[in-house]
Structure formats: C-alpha cells, structure tokens
C-alpha cells in the first residue's frame, strides 16, 4: 500500500524469544548491577534492564555488520504513551528512508506477560524450575521482533549508488552500482572469458568458474563486451569479478596462470595468480580461509 515494500499487506517478520529470571532470583545470586554497568559480557545477576540494553546493542552490531552504517540508525525509545500495557520498555531500531525514519525492528522487555497468558488460557503450567537458585518461576522475555522486507529495502536503499564510470570509449557514463555488504550480496563473483569467440579462453574461464562455485555464489557470462558485463555484476551488486585472457594463457609469461581481478567499489583491476585467487576472494568477502 504504501513506500514500495515498506508497508505491505503480507510480509515476513522474525522474531527471538529470550527467557531471562525475574530480577529478584536474578538479584539474590550476586546483588542488583550498577545502573550504568557495561553490558558486553553477561552476568548471572542481570536483571531485565542489562538483559534488555544488551539485546539493544546486539541487533545495533548485527545491522552493522551487514553493510547498514551506525549514521543510517537511529533509537527510539518508546514513551509511557506508546508502550504496549504489559510492556516494561521498547526499542525501536530506526533506518533512515529516502521516504523518512521508520521502524526496522522493535526490542520489548515483556515481563513474564506471555507465559502467563499461555498459562491462564491453556491451564498449563509455566513454571520453570531454576537448579542453581533452587526455585520455581515464571520466566520473563526479551522479545527483538524484526520486519524482514524492511530489512532488505533498508539494504537496498542503503546500496544503491549512482557513479561516473569510463566506457569502453573512455567516455564517463552514469551507472547504477549496487554496494552490498559481501555478506548480503546475492552474486559473490562474476567470471568472465574475454572473449568468447576463442574457445581456449572459454574453456578456461570455465576452469576457474568450476573452481570457485564450491565457495561462493558465482554467476558465469561471455555475453558482449567485457565493459557491459562489469555494468552488470555493478547492478546486482557482486563485488568481484575476474576476467580470463590472453595473458592467463600465456601469451605474456609474466603474466601467465593470472587473472584480472575488479573490485565493484573502486572499479580497480588487478593480475592474481590463479593459485591465489581463492584465498584472495575468500579475505576480500570476510570468509574464512
């Protein structure tokens, strides 16, 4: 209805359940926290405050290191006016639309609201029997609820950038980049035979595409000039692309068993050898080696 894929009458949301001790038991093993206590490493006397920041600052890192930059996020914290009646406290994640500041995800301290409901309308226990404090509880919930597709337009709106980038001519064109996260991009590596009216080039570009796709996402293509294509990985957002030529083959020996590597982001191109292509794609996308 509204802002492309913002607003939708069906869409798909993600939501985590995270059962924490009602601050009291909490309390009784180690004494209440200081207010202002650092919540990066969990302590068995959290109560729901630190448990609540903690997921905070967790879903915060998490939109991080998928390509959303901290300055594209903003908090809103929830007022009196806007929390729901069972609700201790609510975050709202915020991304910075084009078509304004909206809500990404929102992160709800519950209490023990739903167990409690689940209890009086099922007249089954939600009892839970803690070993190490040696009683019985109901335990309260840490809900980070998340709109996917909203995600994905954040990182769509986020990627999309508009570049002078030379033709084949030299001539500047615009052209339409798409700078995904490696994490998020749906394409890792693009592989490319110069040309692919010389069989010896086709064949082995096809070598070195058979030896990347046990790794990652890899799109092959021998269609047009290799400028084109280059626009092509650009739009979809693939953030490497390799090219196959003449010198690979041999044609200039010091350049032989090479490849031309391209960076999206910076359209720079560089000679890899074939025997570290792997590696070097594999540290370029933040992948293990």
């Given at each position: 209805p509204r802002n492309y894929t913002f607003r939708s009458r069906e869409f798909e949301q993600m939501e985590l359940e995270f059962f924490i001790k009602p601050d009291e038991v909490a309390h009784a093993e180690g004494g209440a926290?200081?207010?202002?206590?650092?919540?990066?490493?969990?302590?068995?006397?959290?109560?729901?405050?630190?448990?609540?920041?903690?997921?905070?600052?967790?879903?915060?890192?998490?939109?991080e290191s998928i390509g959303l930059p901290a300055d594209s996020l903003e908090l809103h914290w929830q007022t009196d006016e806007e929390l729901a009646h069972y609700a201790r406290a609510t975050v709202d994640i915020m991304f910075k639309f084009p078509f304004g500041v909206q809500e990404l995800e929102g992160i709800a301290a519950r209490s023990n609201y739903d167990l409690t409901q689940h209890q009086e309308h099922s007249g089954k226990s939600m009892d839970y029997f803690d070993e190490e404090a040696k009683q019985r509880y109901i335990p309260h919930v840490i809900e980070p609820s998340a709109g996917v597709d909203r995600m994905i337009l954040a990182l769509i709106c986020n990627a999309y950038h508009e570049a002078m980038i030379p033709n084949a001519k030299g001539v500047p064109e615009k052209r339409v980049v798409m700078q995904f996260h490696p994490k998020v991009a749906p394409i890792k590596v693009g592989?490319?035979?110069?040309?692919?009216?010389?069989?010896?080039?086709?064949?082995?570009?096809?070598?070195?595409?058979?030896?990347?796709?046990?790794?990652?996402?890899?799109?092959?293509?021998?269609?047009?000039?290799?400028?084109?294509?280059y626009a092509r990985q650009d739009e979809i957002g693939t953030p490497y692309c390799v090219t196959i030529d003449f010198d690979t083959l041999g044609e200039n020996a010091e350049h032989a068993d090479t490849v031309t590597l391209r960076e999206r982001d910076t359209t720079h191109q560089s000679r890899v050898s074939l025997s570290d292509l792997l590696g070097r794609l594999k540290s370029g996308l933040s992948l293990p080696l």
């Open positions: 926290p200081a207010e202002d206590a650092p919540v990066d490493s969990p302590a068995p006397n959290w109560g729901w405050k630190q448990w609540h920041q903690y997921w905070v600052e967790q879903r915060l890192s998490w939109y592989v490319f035979p110069l040309l692919k009216n010389k069989p010896e080039l086709v064949a082995k570009a096809r070598e070195v595409y058979d030896m990347l796709k046990p790794h990652f996402a890899c799109f092959y293509d021998e269609a047009g000039a290799i400028g084109k294509r």
